[in-house]
């Protein structure tokens, strides 16, 4: 009946021979496929005995493309563990089973070993290596060491190596060999103008030593067409120790410099002598009441040695009166004065006679003498530079002495 069905059903004897075909093929090639499957895993297929199908299977981790990271799994499988048997031509490794190595194994793979290689190597390596390494090291790199360095380094070398050299070293070296024994400095002060006459000039002397000093005087010096010098009463400092010193004398209308010495006669032996005096600074003096005191040289011009008076005169040209003063006549080349004269004052335009006596030989003839006015400096002045006269010449001749060449005459008692 199958047989008669079949002649005159084409379509279904179509189907059994297509079936019967697809049976023999699986039948024949099956095993020798799966042979193959096995050869291309480039696995070495184990010697198994008889009733034993033998199984090999290379896995390559993804990481090792050059196959250093493969490793061989193989074995011989009991034939009675395998459905239908050995000799079955359903393959041991059905769609099934490749379907489920498929999801299990690649997707799990996948997902469990590139994904985790990803989040968790990749990202572990950036959040835990880079982030660790710009945070850790980076960071503590910066604060750790740079910050240290400078901290620590930088400036620790700078407070204790520069700072302790200068203050230790230079300045110990520098108190050491500038600082032992008195240093006297001197500032001017005031004034930087005034009025042609009195003008009081102020400074201050400092004794920046370690020792005090002992007596001494400074002087103001005034600078314009000559230096004149204005000589404060003398003082001693300790040391650290300082003074207001001042002087007053009589400066005409005019631009001056003006300093301060300190010690100006050299009395104190200091650790450094090179810096007495202050700066120089600027003084504008500006016409003003005040007296002037000249002086002219009257007589004598020749004399015979013995005692000599002297005749002078002192004249008041300023525009206000004087208040006492004495005069001297001064004598070039002896070292020695003739007065003082006695005290006078002398108001505006005024003049008096002034005379003093000494004694003069012969031996020292010619000689050179002068009257000073106010020689003393007790009147401030509108000009204190004009006190004396100019040099006038004192011929001096010998004394008169008995004659000689004659003879006594003869007296009998």
Not at 202 to 222: A, K, L
């Amino acid at each position: 009946m199958i047989i008669s069905y079949l002649r005159t059903n084409k379509n279904a004897s179509y189907f059994i021979y297509a079936f019967s075909v697809l049976v023999i093929a699986i039948a024949v090639f099956l095993p020798q496929r799966s042979q193959d499957v096995y050869a291309q895993t480039g696995c070495a297929e184990p010697t198994c005995p008889p009733g034993y199908f033998p199984f090999c299977m290379r896995t390559c981790d993804f990481g090792w493309p050059d196959g250093s990271g493969c490793f061989d799994n193989s074995s011989c499988v009991d034939c009675n563990e395998i459905p239908g048997g050995c000799g079955e031509p359903e393959p041991v490794y059905s769609q099934a089973y490749y379907q489920n190595y498929y999801q299990g194994y690649y997707e799990g793979y996948y997902q469990s070993y590139y994904q985790g290689y990803y989040q968790g190597y990749y990202e572990g390596y950036y959040q835990s290596y880079y982030q660790g390494y710009y945070e850790g090291y980076y960071e503590g790199y910066y604060q750790s060491y740079y910050q240290g360095y400078y901290e620590g380094y930088y400036e620790g070398y700078y407070q204790s190596y520069y700072q302790g050299y200068y203050e230790g070293g230079y300045e110990g070296a520098y108190e050491d060999s500038y600082y032992t024994g008195p240093d006297l400095i001197a500032s001017y002060t005031s004034p930087a103008s005034g009025s042609a006459g009195g003008i009081t000039l102020t400074g201050r002397v400092t004794n920046q030593g370690d020792t005090g000093t002992g007596s001494f005087t400074s002087y103001f010096e005034v600078q314009a067409s000559s230096t004149l010098s204005w000589t404060s009463p003398a003082i001693t400092l300790a040391a650290s120790a300082n003074q207001v010193v001042t002087a007053s004398r009589g400066l005409g209308a005019g631009s001056y410099q003006v300093r301060l010495c300190a010690d100006g006669a050299g009395t104190i032996t200091e650790s450094n002598e090179a810096n007495n005096c202050s700066a120089w600074s600027p003084l504008t003096v500006t016409a003003g009441a005040a007296p002037d005191l000249v002086a002219s040289y009257t007589s004598p011009s020749s004399g015979t040695e013995g005692s000599i008076t002297l005749t002078g005169q002192a004249t008041n040209q300023g525009t206000s009166a004087t208040g006492p003063f004495a005069s001297y006549f001064e004598v070039q080349g002896s070292g020695t004065l003739s007065g003082p004269s006695a005290p006078i004052t002398l108001a505006a335009s005024a003049s008096a006679t002034i005379t003093a006596s000494r004694t003069f030989t012969a031996a020292g003839s010619p000689y050179q003498v002068r009257l000073c006015a106010d020689g003393y400096g007790a009147v401030v002045e509108s000009n204190e530079s004009n006190n004396c006269s100019s040099w006038a010449s004192l011929t001096i001749s010998p004394a008169a002495g008995p004659p000689s060449g004659g003879t006594f005459p003869t007296l009998t008692l």
